[in-house]
């Protein structure tokens, strides 16, 4: 039997803003680029220098949309790809009372287990610089999908757990 845990649950609205801003952002930032208009071409470089600069590994392995690169790379864009396949993961668990036991499990672990996955960044990264954008659009899926998992499963309310008997 399912039941909520006492704590007060947050609205889920802003982590699905973060998940939009993240998933239309970097091409966004492209498309801004492709104008050629002044301040919005300022506006998408601004972004790619930010997030190549901050965020991600491998800013020259990033698509082109209109001959203008996204503001991150194929790997970190796979990544907001697995962060939205773990909310719908989430919301498909709590329909149907199928989540699995390891959203039970401590946070530390749940933690460990969910960046096992970005090793293989650092593996893909140092060890295989010639990979293609599709095996980075999916080492980036992976890891994101178990990212996102470990932040639902951290969201007060978002995620129900049973209750110990």
Not at 130 to 154: K, P, R
């Amino acid at each position: 039997m399912m039941t909520t845990m006492s704590q007060r649950s947050w609205p889920t609205w802003p982590y699905r803003v973060f998940l939009v801003v993240l998933f239309f952002g970097p091409p966004a930032a492209a498309l801004f680029i492709a104008t050629g208009l002044p301040i919005m071409t300022d506006l998408g470089w601004l972004a790619r220098d930010l997030l190549s600069t901050y965020v991600c590994p491998t800013p020259a392995k990033s698509y082109e949309l209109l001959g203008a690169p996204m503001a991150v790379c194929t790997r970190c864009w796979g990544a907001t790809i697995g962060l939205w396949l773990a909310w719908f993961d989430v919301q498909l668990g709590q329909r149907h009372q199928s989540l699995p036991r390891w959203f039970g499990w401590h946070w530390a672990i749940r933690l460990v287990t969910a960046a096992i996955p970005f090793g293989l960044w650092w593996l893909e990264i140092h060890y295989w610089p010639t990979a293609s954008y599709e095996v980075l659009l999916l080492n980036g899926a992976i890891a994101g999908s178990t990212a996102g998992l470990f932040f639902c499963s951290l969201w007060p309310g978002l995620v129900i757990t049973p209750s110990p008997q």
